[in-house]
């Protein structure tokens, strides 16, 4: 019996440093990628100099995603993104970062990056339009930034469930062993 409760407070005790883990990697952005969405023109001089530079800083970080998206091709991305950001520039390339956007120089594009790693901007609009996704599900705050709404429940639920399951095998093991 003592072998029992010794499982059971063990499992227990597992489980909670899993949930914890979890949230703090979560919280600390450690998966966080940075996806650059590129809108480009064929005719476009600056576009492909963009390009290259972003590949450049992809070179020193790898968490950099690059996802250059020809505006010719995809007119009704490119409309719904600079309508749901409130963009009326017509300026190109159009880079597009979380949900900041800006047609500036390469200094302000790799300021732009590294403040996206800085901020809790996570949720990533293009990809939420491109997947035809509710952007109203990004809650803007008073500071402009849009937070995607948390997972982190889903995520501990899953864990405490995986924890107790793997507790009553071991259980059921130590059981078996007694008799």
Do not use: H, W
């Not at 450049?56 to 950099?64: A, C, H, P, V």
């Not at 017509?90 to 800085?118: C, H, M, Q, R, W």
């Amino acid at each position: 019996m003592k072998k029992i409760v010794m499982v059971l407070l063990l499992t227990i005790l597992f489980s909670t440093i899993m949930v914890d883990a979890d949230a703090a990697v979560l919280a600390s952005g450690s998966y966080k990628s940075v996806n650059v969405y590129v809108f480009t023109e064929e005719d476009c001089k600056d576009c492909a100099k963009q390009i290259s530079y972003i590949e450049e800083l992809k070179e020193d970080n790898s968490s950099i995603i690059i996802n250059e998206i020809s505006v010719d091709d995809n007119k009704d991305l490119y409309a719904t993104v600079k309508e749901t950001l409130k963009i009326k520039s017509k300026k190109l390339p159009l880079v597009v970062i979380g949900s900041n956007y800006f047609t500036g120089s390469n200094k302000e594009l790799k300021k732009a990056i590294n403040a996206y790693y800085d901020s809790e901007d996570s949720c990533d609009v293009v990809s939420t339009i491109k997947q035809k996704g509710d952007v109203n599900k990004c809650i803007k705050t008073n500071d402009g930034i849009y937070k995607q709404v948390n997972n982190i429940p889903i995520i501990v639920t899953i864990t405490l469930v995986i924890a107790i399951v793997v507790g009553l095998i071991i259980l059921v093991i130590v059981k078996k062993r007694e008799n």
